[in-house]
């Protein structure tokens, strides 16, 4: 299985994007994770597609776009152009879940399902073999800096599980509070993809980074 950290510019330094971004491709970070927040579906606001574009000019990594916006679907179309790789949108946001997937997926783009803290597994019982990621919310969508919430151990368990039973090659992503001195617990939970905000933001980006992904492969 491949782990892959997937850091949040959502804690970036926006006087110097660019820069954070180019630190965290030289870090050894496999992925740059992109939260679009509309502030409506989370209590906040963040950025869209010219922010993407620019950042596809400068540099090559996996975007993994994490739409926590109502209706996603409206906006599919413009994401990929913008230079997304992965796509993920929540089942909560979503009135008809699988057409939006389909739509991802008709554009050759990985596609991602996220469910928050307090949504059942049980909403992917149908959608499961149709997804590349799982993306489990470990805090309440909408802020960085929030702190993991336990009780989501158990509900990457149960995941890992499901999938594993299926034989399926699905991702799990796991986005909130994750942090060096807890990222090797949540993967013996079962997850294999970390997206980390302040984690590696806050200070020096490269050392934050391989702090992460040496307690990752350890």
């Known amino acids: 299985m491949e782990y892959i950290l997937s850091p949040s510019i959502l804690s970036a330094d926006f006087n110097k994007l660019g820069e954070d971004v180019k630190h965290v491709e030289q870090s050894g970070a496999q992925w740059l994770h992109i939260d679009v927040m509309d502030g409506s579906f989370v209590p906040n606001i963040s950025f869209g597609f010219p922010v993407i574009k620019a950042l596809r000019k400068i540099t090559g990594m996996f975007f993994d ?15 990929v152009a913008a230079g997304a790789d992965m796509i993920t949108v929540h089942a909560e946001a979503c009135t008809h ?17 996220a469910l928050n803290p307090g949504t059942p597994l049980s909403q992917l019982d149908y959608v499961l073999e149709e997804v590349d990621m799982v993306l489990i919310m470990t805090v309440n969508p909408g802020y960085g800096g ?6 989501c151990d158990r509900k990457i368990k149960e995941l890992r599980e499901l999938i594993d039973a299926k034989g399926l090659n699905v991702d799990i992503q796991v986005d909130g509070g994750i942090k060096a001195d807890n990222v090797a617990h949540v ?21 934050n980074a391989a702090a992460l992904l040496k307690n990752m492969s350890e």
């Open 146 to 151: 929030q702190s993991y919430i336990p009780y």
């Open 187 to 207: 993967k013996e939970c079962g997850a294999n993809v970390f997206v980390a905000g302040s984690a590696v933001f806050d200070g020096n980006i490269e050392d």
């Open 65 to 79: 776009v994490h739409l926590m916006i109502v209706d996603p679907g409206k906006y599919i179309d413009e994401f």
């Open 97 to 113: 879940l699988d057409r939006v997937i389909q739509q991802i997926k008709s554009h050759g783009v990985k596609a991602g399902v």
